[in-house]
């Protein structure tokens, strides 16, 4: 996973809200982009991208990428704000679990957590949340048995283990959407898959969806609040609705004739991209 991020002036009414989100679909593409409002009017914005080919660092070649998003919310924050310093790089080569719950012996009075524990692709934003997750039931576990106890480490690796269980299982088992992901892959990430890929079509068309994703993906509710039996319709439905608004653009896009030529400066990949956007 590489990121490429660039601060730029916020001015009011560039997009509307105050988080703009664009992520390419994994199986087609493999860059996504994100902006988030920060302090003094500013945003940041970032272009990531899976299994190499990261986003340039020269200004105008950046914006060029972004053009190439899904979305055009990106390039317009952009184009609008005076841009703050270089273009940042960031790479973050895989995700890593250490089953520390499954050592055996460990020594009292010395515990690991956090991203020691569990890292994941930072895509997800989840590391922190799981991070404080764990501080807290460390605390627990220090005012049950006190800090210095040979049950401490692992009752606490126990806990910790059911707090990763869930990051892990939407970040490392959502970057095996991508087929050249590598490595373990967890049971039943391939059905989890096909699920969430209908949930988060289903985002685009019901808010409710959209909501209550959020909530599984900042780790507010578990990944089976989204199986309750009203939101799973919720979700059919709108998948359907989504899908069937697919189909219309693709046909509406056939029969307008060719796509539209990328603009010149867009690199082979990111015009690959393009001509798959404008046919779907
Ligand atoms: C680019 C990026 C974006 C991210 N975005 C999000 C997000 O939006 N939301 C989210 O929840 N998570 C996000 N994360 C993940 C999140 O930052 C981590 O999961 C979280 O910070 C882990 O906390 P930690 O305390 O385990 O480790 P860290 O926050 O990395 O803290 C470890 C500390 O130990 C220090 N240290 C290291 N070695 C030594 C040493 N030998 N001696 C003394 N000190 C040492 C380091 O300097 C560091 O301060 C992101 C991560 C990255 C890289």
């Excluded at 924050?77 to 973050?92: E, K, S």
Aim: hydrophobic share 40%; net charge positive; proline share 8%.
């Amino acid at each position: 996973m590489a990121y490429r991020t660039r601060v730029v002036e916020r001015h009011d009414g560039t997009i509307d809200g105050s988080v703009a989100v664009a992520i390419d679909d994994p199986r087609q593409g493999h860059r996504m982009g994100v902006a988030l409002p920060v302090e003094h009017d500013r945003w940041i914005v970032t272009l990531g991208s899976f299994h190499g080919d990261p986003a340039p660092t020269d200004p105008a070649s950046f914006e060029d990428a972004a053009r190439t998003l899904p979305a055009p919310e990106l390039a317009a924050v952009l184009a609008c704000g005076d841009a703050q310093g270089t273009v940042q790089r960031y790479r973050m080569p895989t995700s890593r679990r250490r089953h520390v719950e499954r050592a055996g012996r460990v020594a009292p009075g010395f515990v690991v957590l956090g991203d020691a524990v569990c890292s994941v692709n930072p895509v997800y934003g989840q590391g922190m949340t799981s991070a404080a997750l764990q501080a807290l039931a460390l605390g627990e576990c220090v005012g049950r048995f006190g800090p210095a106890s040979d049950r401490l480490p692992a009752t606490f690796y126990r806990r910790a283990a059911r707090v990763v269980d869930v990051p892990w299982r939407i970040a490392a088992g959502g970057d095996f959407a991508d087929p050249r992901t590598s490595g373990a892959k967890p049971v039943g990430t391939d059905l989890t898959n096909r699920f969430l890929e209908r949930v988060f079509r289903a985002c685009h068309s019901s808010p409710a969806v959209a909501r209550q994703t959020q909530r599984v993906q900042n780790l507010l509710d578990p990944p089976s609040s989204l199986l309750r039996p009203d939101r799973l319709l919720r979700i059919l439905l709108a998948d359907r609705r989504a899908r069937a608004a697919e189909r219309r653009s693709a046909v509406g896009a056939l029969s307008r004739g060719p796509a539209l030529a990328p603009p010149e400066s867009v690199d082979r990949h990111a015009a690959e991209l393009h001509r798959r956007m404008v046919l779907r």
